[in-house]
């Protein structure tokens, strides 16, 4: 799409740099920037590759002047360091261009307190930890601008995140300026109230995919020589996706030194160390004729070069994760070819759903609601912020933004400091909280910018011959062999709770700690029964199982209450109830239940729920009452009433059985 006059005029300094060398504005562009430059705040929401990087940074560089500037002017956050490093190397040349200076402020790259960027590209807690530590280099900032949201609105990180927006907008209105806040994301569900939550009076700026051919097959993977003989049929560059480290490491392994791929073969994973990842993507980039196996980590918009085909080896958690992975295929070419490698009916049932969903650009998503426990650590940040080493509860009140606030009293939000008595203490009269020595250590140690959960346990792994560390795995012993990275390996010596391997061809695939799986949501259940064959707003009656399709914690709390009810119903999927010692019998559900084992589910099982909500670290220190109301925050009573209320009951056909008993009890054998 050419550039209307109007538009090139108004980037009178960014054009050149950034859309010169381009054939014109892709259409995220075009739309976008005219609200931008009018000094809107936006939520960019187009498919990946669609240019929103470049929408997204036009209108902050054309007023960024760099000149009389004591510190950045725009900030931009991304959710990770791999990111992070890639926005710093495409960004490089066009601030250069512009006579103004990119840095990053992560644990690997910080920056220079006496000789700040324009441009300071870093992480929300690269963010958190320079409002704490280094206020006053933020009160030049004019944008902010958050890429990939999609990955935090809704989770953890998404409210921490949304505080840090807030926080940063106080700090620059007391220093008499104007901070603009704008977003981009990957399609999303919801996305009036996504961006209602970071910005201000917000546009929402979405457009539809890109035409691209879209070449899908699928191939049985019930054995690893049938996944290996799948990826080898193919040609040029590959990368597949597993939704597992060991599955990364057993089909890295098991392709190794096979035609066409010979040892172009790699593995990307969490548990591999920051620069064995970036070897690994360099790696990638350089060939023409390569494969990467990896788990999430490659889904982001991390520069593998152009890859020719994108296969699946187990379907993604969600659409939207569909969407990101197979978006990683024909972006040169307009030609995307991938590949669906399923172990079982179950996983090509919910593949075929996946694909169906995403071409209604239905994402089935939802906007999980607001997690109260990420307060703890704000307050912390706050605290430590302060020269005076306190903080009192009317002043983080108006540092959380309205939506976060509304949720909380000024005696509530006093009494969840008062719990934590390991990070505050009493400091004055009145709601005035002071630093104990344990917060004081971490914040030394920087240790407190987080609300994720202690990933460094484990045992380091180096290889012998170039003492590079390679990754992190769960424990070992001398003598073990392991394959990491794709390579197999022996075990030749430890020290502490460092290890130094060999190459070894009978290297056994390293084992790493289970992750919770991903948590399917209502909406996913709900669309996921209708395509096996359950009618809309019907429950399937089958033998042994109730087919409900409420969501994986909708579920776990109504099975409570129906075992209260003696339906010996067994723990809850995602999709149906399995029932307990009734052969054959499949008497009808009740319906409705009692409002009062609804409150006793949701108070007794506080703690699995807290994970399947994803409440977070700090949530098992909140006050009894605050844990109980953040859990019907995120699980209304009465709507989960109400939801099985509007369930009627139903038998289905033979055809909508057998999908359901492969999804639902894998284990059942076929009948004729």
Not at 138 to 160: F, I, K
Not at 356 to 381: F, I, K, T
Not at 492 to 513: H, I, M, P, S, T
Request: aromatic letters at 6%; glycine letters at 8%.
């Amino acid at each position: 799409m050419s550039a209307p006059p109007a538009l090139r005029a108004r980037l009178r300094r960014t054009w050149y740099a950034l859309f010169a060398h381009h054939r014109g504005l892709l259409p995220i562009q075009a739309a976008a920037i005219p609200h931008l430059l009018d000094g809107r705040e936006c939520l960019l929401s187009a498919p990946t590759a669609g240019g929103k990087t470049e929408a997204l940074v036009a209108a902050a560089l054309e007023h960024a002047t760099g000149e009389g500037q004591h510190g950045p002017e725009v900030v931009y956050i991304c959710p990770t360091r791999a990111l992070v490093n890639d926005v710093h190397r495409r960004l490089e040349p066009i601030a250069h261009r512009l006579h103004l200076r990119v840095g990053r402020h992560t644990a690997d790259h910080r920056p220079d307190n006496d000789r700040l960027p324009h441009v300071l590209v870093t992480t929300p807690e690269g963010l958190d930890s320079r409002l704490c530590r280094h206020p006053g280099t933020l009160r030049s900032v004019r944008w902010l601008l958050l890429d990939e949201l999609h990955l935090l609105a809704g989770a953890l990180r998404g409210d921490q995140l949304a505080t840090l927006v807030w926080r940063l907008r106080v700090l620059v209105r007391a220093a008499e300026g104007t901070l603009s806040v704008a977003a981009a994301s990957a399609t999303v569900a919801q996305p009036e109230q996504v961006a209602a939550r970071y910005l201000i009076d917000p546009v929402v700026v979405s457009v539809p995919a890109a035409e691209r051919a879209l070449a899908v097959s699928a191939r049985p993977a019930e054995t690893m020589p049938q996944v290996v003989e799948a990826l080898c049929t193919g040609h040029g560059k590959t990368l597949v996706f597993a939704n597992s480290r060991n599955r990364v490491e057993a089909v890295a392994a098991a392709v190794k030194g096979k035609a066409p791929f010979a040892d172009a073969v790699y593995a990307h994973h969490g548990s591999l160390l920051r620069p064995e990842r970036e070897r690994v993507e360099a790696a990638f980039l350089s060939r023409r004729t390569a494969l990467c196996v990896a788990t999430q980590t490659l889904e982001l918009g991390i520069d593998i070069g152009d890859v020719d085909r994108v296969a699946l080896y187990g379907p993604p958690p969600d659409v939207a994760a569909l969407l990101q992975r197979i978006g990683r295929a024909g972006r040169r070419t307009g030609h995307a070819d991938v590949l669906f490698l399923a172990a079982d009916a179950a996983e090509a049932l919910r593949f075929a759903f996946l694909l169906e969903r995403a071409g209604l650009e239905d994402l089935c998503g939802e906007l999980a609601a607001y997690h109260p426990a990420s307060v703890v650590q704000q307050a912390a940040s706050l605290l430590m912020q302060n020269r005076t080493r306190t903080l009192s509860v009317e002043a983080l009140l108006t540092r959380l933004p309205p939506w976060q606030a509304a949720h909380w009293t000024p005696s509530r939000l006093s009494g969840t400091l008062a719990e934590r008595e390991d990070l505050f203490r009493r400091a004055g009269p009145g709601d005035v909280f002071g630093a104990t020595d344990a917060l004081e250590h971490a914040f030394t140690r920087g240790t407190m910018h987080s609300q994720l959960g202690n990933e460094s346990a484990g045992v380091i792994v180096y290889d012998a011959l170039t003492q590079r560390a390679i990754g992190r795995v769960d424990s070992i012993e001398k003598g073990d062999s392991l394959t990491l990275g794709g390579l197999s390996s022996k075990v030749v010596g430890r020290r502490g709770n460092d290890v130094w391997v060999e190459g070894d061809q009978l290297g056994k695939a390293a084992k790493f700690r289970p992750r919770p799986g991903p948590v399917m949501g209502a909406a996913d259940a709900r669309k996921y029964l209708e395509f096996l064959g359950v009618p809309p707003g019907f429950g399937a009656i089958m033998p042994g199982f109730w087919a409900h399709g409420l969501g994986e914690a909708q579920g776990r709390v109504l099975a409570w209450v129906l075992r209260k009810q003696k339906y010996l119903v067994a723990p809850a999927g995602p999709l149906a109830f399995a029932l307990e010692d009734l052969p054959g019998d499949i008497r009808m559900p009740p319906p409705d239940l009692p409002m009062d084992l609804i409150e006793g589910a949701l108070q007794r099982q506080q703690t699995s729920l807290s994970r399947v909500t994803g409440q977070g670290p700090d949530f098992r220190h909140l006050p009894a009452e605050e844990r109980s109301r953040a859990i019907r925050l995120a699980l209304p009573p009465e709507a989960l009433r109400d939801a099985w209320r509007r369930l009627r009951w139903t038998t289905v056909g033979s055809e909508a059985l057998a999908r359901l008993r492969a999804v639902i009890d894998p284990s059942a054998p076929d009948e004729d």
